[in-house]
């Protein structure tokens, strides 16, 4: 079956850096990703990875892929107030033909402290 | 440029009513899918939309229908409205020649409530 899960809440304090956590589960996903999604807004991608590689970085953000324990994270460095938002992990999921669909987590609320 | 748009921003609407959403994709882009988006949590697939044709549905009733029309627009339609339907409603657009990467770029949502 498909499912993503994330924690819910991370509160970090700013400056230092905020490491979100994913798991999913379908094994022929070729590419997952980060989205972001501030108060009212829609979702915005922040950075993917294929599925071959270990690790992807990306100014502040860096990825880093188990792909045998199925597990995702996202690192955030020197995390600032504009950085507080909910963060989904996505896993694409081939269906049917050649189409894909994207799988979400519920996302993990990021609260940075002053 | 403009992105993903989608109209109108909120709706209100009452059981057993019908709603139509409409989504313009970004420029260049073909490919339209639907999400639903429950308070608390993550978006849900609905469907996707590529040569004005249905590619692939989620696990939605059959009273969420779409239409993609010849600009690759789309709309999404409920009907018979239940109270369960209230969510934020997003559209996506992205190309299908890069179906692969599937980098799906999202619109603001439509918030829909029902009373």
């Known amino acids: 079956g498909e499912d993503v899960e994330q924690s819910l809440f991370l509160s970090v304090r700013e400056g230092d850096s905020s490491v979100i956590n994913c798991t999913y589960t379908?094994?022929?996903?070729?590419?997952l990703y980060w989205y972001k999604q501030e108060p009212g807004a829609g979702l915005q991608l922040l950075t993917y990875?294929?599925?071959?590689?270990d690790m992807k970085q990306d100014q502040r953000l860096t990825v880093l892929l188990n792909k045998k324990d199925k597990h995702l994270s996202l690192r955030i460095a020197d995390t600032q107030t504009g950085d507080s938002a909910i963060y989904f992990c996505?896993?694409?999921?081939?269906?049917?033909?050649?189409?894909?669909?994207?799988?979400f987590g519920s996302g993990t609320q990021l609260t940075v402290l002053p | 440029d403009a992105g993903v748009t989608q109209s109108p921003t909120h709706l209100i609407k009452t059981r057993g009513q019908q709603v139509t959403l409409r989504c313009s994709p970004k420029?260049?882009?073909?490919?339209v899918s639907w999400y639903q988006q429950a308070l608390g949590q993550g978006p849900q697939f609905i469907f996707q939309?590529?040569?004005?044709?249905?590619?692939q549905r989620g696990n939605f009733p059959d009273r969420f229908s779409g239409h993609q029309f010849p600009n690759y627009s789309s709309e999404l339609n409920v009907n018979a409205l239940l109270l369960g339907d209230s969510a934020l409603y997003l559209c996506?657009?992205?190309?299908?020649?890069?179906?692969?990467?599937?980098?799906?770029?999202f619109g603001p949502g439509t918030r829909l409530t029902v009373l």
């Open positions: 379908d094994s022929s996903s070729t590419y």
């Open positions: 996506a657009s992205s190309s299908y020649t890069d179906r692969v990467l599937n980098e799906q770029f």
């Open positions: 939309y590529y040569e004005e044709e249905e590619r």
């Open positions: 990875i294929f599925s071959n590689m």
């Open positions: 996505a896993e694409s999921i081939k269906s049917s033909g050649s189409a894909r669909q994207l799988t």
């Open positions: 420029s260049g882009h073909d490919t």
